[in-house]
């Protein structure tokens, strides 16, 4: 079998495994449905045609390597304005934990304004504070914050100096 041939078997294999795996096997009721074979052979299709993409830049790129290290300094700079912010913020997060302190917060209030927000009361040196926090990521070990609930526990980490400054979470993943 040649190489573009085993590529695009390849290619469409792992589409219809990653589509299958993400969205989910179809019901048996739709083992006979046109359209849900048609929508296979298309996923197949557009996989054997990303594998054969591969095999032939992967080609192109071995025997013209400059082409190679344009498209990589190219990638670099596209990606420059993803990476850098997330770095940015994950060091000022690294920093905040430092020297945070932390408590168990009581979840006050949920609201759904572009994602959800929860408000948390908590508690520092007998005065109460309260925080609102944006969030769709799960923490580690703990529900997402559509599932928190009025009168739920949550951890804060707060600065101690000024603690109405808090962050809501898991220190791991804040």
Known sequence: MSRLRRAAVIGAVLAVIFVTWAGG????????????????????????????????ACQHAWKSPRWLSGTLVGLVLFSLPVVLPFVRETRETQRFLATADSTMGVVAGKYVRGGVHIIVDY????????????????????PPFCDWKRGDSIPVHYQPATPEVALVGHPDTV
Do not use: K, N
Request: no cysteine; aromatic share 16%; glycine share 12%.
């Open 25 to 56: 096997p179809p019901p048996l009721s739709a083992l006979f449905d046109v359209f849900v074979w048609l929508a296979y052979a298309i996923i197949a299709l557009v996989g054997a045609f990303v594998g054969v993409s591969v095999v032939l």
């Open 123 to 142: 508690e520092v040196g007998g005065q109460t504070h309260r925080i609102r926090d944006f969030g769709e990521i799960p923490y580690f070990g703990e």
